[in-house]
């Protein structure tokens, strides 16, 4: 199993940008898919962007529109995700999680290690 610690959450203003972090220790996190997702009250967790083992292959969120990168540090067993332009529209629980299979996937059933949650506060 693997544990993830995510941080770097914080309230920004709109327009600011922000930088998460996900640690991982144990397991098989540097050969694994991670992906964030994101969860606002009353809303479905949702799929915001996913890196694959080597940090080759990404992929976003429609939503993302170009504002957000998503990067690994295999070496320090870290993953990133650059968020810049940042809208109120964006306040939620960000969580990232480590991937099942081989390749990327915006379903949340196939990731089985999450952390515990960072909050992201966007005010207007």
């Known amino acids: 199993q693997v544990q993830l610690r995510d941080s770097g959450g914080g309230l920004v203003q709109a327009g600011g940008s922000l930088r998460l972090s996900c640690a991982g220790s144990?397991?098989?996190?540097?050969?694994?898919?991670v992906g964030w997702f994101r969860q606002a009250p009353g809303k479905e967790r949702e799929f915001v962007a996913g890196v694959n083992w080597n940090g080759i292959s990404t992929s976003y969120a429609d939503f993302v529109k170009g504002r957000f990168t998503i990067s690994r540090d295999n070496a320090n067993n870290l993953v990133s995700l650059q968020m810049n332009s940042l809208e109120p529209e964006d306040t939620a629980v960000y969580y990232c999680?480590?991937?099942?299979?081989?390749?990327?996937?915006?379903?949340?059933?196939?990731?089985?290690?999450w952390g515990q949650g960072t909050q992201v506060t966007v005010s207007s």
């Open positions: 999680a480590r991937g099942r299979y081989r390749t990327i996937s915006r379903i949340s059933a196939q990731y089985d290690d």
């Open positions: 144990g397991g098989t996190f540097s050969i694994s898919v």
